[in-house]
């Protein structure tokens, strides 16, 4: 069974900064793809960040140069860093993996973590 658990989200004010990190568990994993979603009052689920095993990155427009996601892979755990965080940045926030299961691959959510982002 594999679990992605996320922490770090809270309250932070505009301008401030705030770290998501989230970590895989589960036996023999072997993680393609770790990113982060986020789902704000009344939207879509829509991606932010994420990060290949081959180290390729892609950002929502609305994040570059702000957002910078990062992993670690000993410790199968993946990082946003947020700064400049503004009010539309709240929501929240999903840890999203792909994992390889024999020739595909299964993707696994974590539970979500709350950002609020005040003006």
Do not use: H
């Amino acid at each position: 069974q594999v679990q992605l658990v996320e922490s770090g989200g809270g309250l932070v004010q505009a301008g401030g900064s705030l770290r998501l990190s989230c970590a895989a568990s589960g036996s023999s994993l072997s993680i393609d793809v770790m990113g982060w979603y986020r789902q704000a009052q009344g939207n879509y689920r829509e991606l932010v960040a994420r990060l290949s095993s081959s180290g390729v990155t892609k950002y929502a427009g609305s994040v570059k140069d702000r957002f910078t996601i990062s992993r670690d892979n000993a410790k199968n755990t993946v990082y946003l860093q947020m700064n400049s965080l503004k009010p539309e940045d709240t929501a929240v926030y999903y840890c999203q993996a792909e994992i390889l299961v024999g020739t595909g691959r299964r993707g696994y959510w974590g539970q979500g973590t709350q950002v609020t982002v005040s003006s």
